[in-house]
């Protein structure tokens, strides 16, 4: 069974950069097992719908949405099995339950039902 968990600070000050983990188990982040899975950083800000961050493919490479792309950076740890998200120049307006999950199509679902496999969701609050 695949579990994916978050983990990070709840409370991030404006300006500062947003580091939060992914640590999961069942499957590799790495590209040892048939299965080649697309791994997610997504947000839901609160009242808004669900937005995508990017993703880390098995093999390494990084692929972001072009709104975040200048203050975003996803990168791994394989000997670990974890993938973290750093966002840096945070605003109030990144405030948002962050999610990470993983999906077979590098093309990311529109809500978080399409994913395969997801993380509960970590509340991230900006402010000073």
């Known amino acids: 069974q695949v579990h994916l968990q978050e983990s990070g600070p709840g409370l991030v000050k404006p300006s500062q950069t947003l580091s939060l983990t992914c640590s999961v188990s069942g499957e590799s982040i790495a590209p040892i097992t048939p299965n080649y899975y697309y791994w997610n950083w997504v947000r839901q800000p609160p009242g808004k719908g669900l937005e995508w961050i990017g993703y880390?493919?098995?093999?390494?490479?990084?692929y972001y949405s072009p709104s975040l792309k200048s203050r975003t950076s996803i990168s791994r740890d394989t000997s670990k099995n974890q993938f973290t998200l750093q966002l840096m120049s945070v605003t109030p307006e990144d405030t948002a339950v962050y999610y990470c999950?993983?999906?077979?199509?590098?093309?990311?679902?529109?809500?978080?039902?399409?994913?395969?496999?997801r993380g509960q969701g970590t509340q991230v609050t900006v402010s000073s």
């Open positions: 880390i493919a098995e093999d390494g490479s990084t």
């Open positions: 999950a993983a999906t077979l199509d590098p093309k990311p679902p529109r809500d978080l039902n399409g994913y395969d496999y």
